[in-house]
């Protein structure tokens, strides 16, 4: 396992911001609640349903998303996907490859 801080766009570290990889999951913390949570072998994608109570943490899991995929991620872009969740539908993304959405309400470590 592997715990970074993010860093912004000058590359110095992000306070309280927290990118951690662990074989094939990777796992964005805010503070000491996890917000977002991809694991690429099993295709799912785990999402804090308050990932947006707080600008900060939204403007980082945005950021964290734009990162994982490649492309920009806005909260409504995060929101559509849990839509989506709710609905028992999978999100796909542009490459094609389907992601099963799971939302969560708490996960403090």
């Known amino acids: 396992m592997k715990v970074r801080n993010m860093e912004n766009t000058n590359g110095n570290a992000i306070k309280n911001q927290f990118i951690i990889t662990d074989l094939d999951k990777i796992t ?5 609640t996890m917000i977002i949570e991809m694991d690429k072998e099993e295709k799912t994608i785990k999402i804090n349903r308050n990932f947006s109570d ?5 403007k980082y ?4 998303m734009s990162n994982l995929f490649g492309k920009t991620f806005h909260k409504s872009d995060v929101m559509n996907m849990l839509g989506l969740a709710d609905e ?3 999100w796909v993304d542009w490459y ?3 992601w099963k959405i799971i939302p969560f309400e708490e ?3």
């Open 88 to 90: 028992g539908e999978k």
């Open 107 to 109: 996960w403090n470590v």
């Open 28 to 32: 964005f913390q805010s503070y000491d």
């Open 54 to 58: 707080s600008a900060t943490t939204n």
């Open 61 to 64: 899991a945005c950021r964290f």
């Open 96 to 98: 094609k490859t389907a």
